[in-house]
Structures are given as C-alpha cells and as structure tokens.
C-alpha cells in the first residue's frame, strides 16, 4: 500500500509560479512511476506529467511542455512539479498518483487526495 500526500497548491497570479509536492509512504517508492493529473470543475482529469523511478526520463502533455518540470528525491519520497508561467486556465485539483505510469491513469494504483491550484487573471 502506499500513501500520497499532496501539497504546494495555493492562489497564484497569472504569470507567477507554484511548486507542488507529492509526499509518498508505504511500499517502495522508487519502484513506482510517478504521475501528476489534473482535474477542473466540469472537465475530466487529465495527464500533466511523469517521471520514471529513477528519474532518468519525465513526459509533460503540451499544455505544460516548457513551462514545469517534474522531479523526484527517492531519498526523500518525494516527487516534485515546478509550474511556472501560470495560466489562468491552469486552475484545478492537481493529484500525483504512483504505478507503472505514464501517460494514463489507468496505469497508476495510488492516489492522492489532490492540492487545489487557483490562477487568477
């Protein structure tokens, strides 16, 4: 079993940046992928990013390419997402899950409750 706790999320300016951390307990973490999801009000969720367990390869959907980057300390159980340039369209509960990954989350085992990330215009 593992557990995932998100946190880092907040209200932001457009323009401004927030970095989202996953804390992860239970079962080896640094065998697991690493993912971070996104769900607004009204929209299905959908992928972000994720990292691989030993943090050698990430992925970002174009929404985000260029603009965050996804990392991980396994010495710390802990995985990261830098946002940077934030849109208001970026606002939405942000969870990170934990599986073989990558980009569907269908593929992942364990979740987070999430971390609500607001950008205002």
């Known amino acids: 079993q593992v557990q995932l706790v998100e946190s880092g999320g907040g209200l932001v300016q457009a323009g401004g940046s927030l970095r989202l951390s996953c804390a992860a307990s239970g079962r080896p973490f640094t065998k697991s992928a690493m993912g971070w999801f996104r769900q607004a009000p009204g929209k299905e969720r959908e992928f972000v990013a994720a990292?691989?367990?030993?943090?050698?390869?990430?992925y970002y959907a174009d929404f985000v390419k260029g603009r965050s980057t996804i990392s991980r300390n396994n010495a710390k159980n802990t995985v990261y997402l830098q946002m940077d340039s934030l849109k208001p369209e970026d606002t939405a509960v942000y969870h990170c899950?934990?599986?073989?990954?990558?980009?569907?989350?269908?593929?992942?085992?364990?979740w987070g409750q999430g971390t609500q990330v607001t950008v205002s215009s």
């Open positions: 990292i691989n367990w030993s943090g050698t390869s990430t």
């Open positions: 899950a934990a599986g073989a990954g990558i980009y569907y989350a269908r593929n992942y085992d364990y």
